[in-house]
């Protein structure tokens, strides 16, 4: 096996793992017209933030970009699940909260988050998991900073545009 191909099949391996990780998340999670992926939102709101928290600190945490999560935050209003508060010093800023229907209905899916947790974390022991903590570290360290990079080229091609 060449190098190059080696390093493909590593890419593709990662993007079937995230496609099976989002697999799971809707067969155990989906709830009451909720796809996994929204009920794992609220476990993470409800796990790290039950007193809330900001649009663009979350975008930050969780690494996507502003208009997907208000995408998604707007659904979970809709369903009634958060809702935001406006900070009075500065309108832009919006704190997302979770509501009290999300508050009565979250132990449940915090337990079912956590079930399916520890059944896919099951195959890896303590060790491998702090390994593959630090790979993905040095991995989205990696991508973090071509991001920048291409960032930093488009700015300076940018620059040159008549």
Known sequence: MTEGFRREELLFMMK??????TAQLELNL??????GS??????????HHPDGTYLT???????????????LIKKLREKEYLYFLTDPDDV?????????KLLAEGDEFVRKAD???????????RKEKAQLWDLEQK????LAGMEHSENDEKNRQEVYLP
């Not at 079930?115 to 022991?125: G, T």
């Not at 991995?139 to 990696?142: D, G, N, S, T």
Request: with cysteine.
């Open 115 to 125: 079930q399916m947790e520890e059944e896919i974390c099951s195959a890896l022991d």
């Open 57 to 71: 600190e979350l975008c930050r945490e969780i690494g996507v970009s502003k208009a997907t999560l208000s995408a």
């Open 38 to 47: 929204q009920v794992y939102f609220l476990v993470y709101i409800l796990r």
């Open 92 to 100: 832009r800023k919006k704190k997302v909260l979770p509501t009290a």
């Open 139 to 142: 991995l989205m360290r990696q």
């Open 30 to 35: 989906k709830n009451k017209g909720m796809t």
């Open 16 to 21: 079937k793992i995230s496609l099976n990780l």
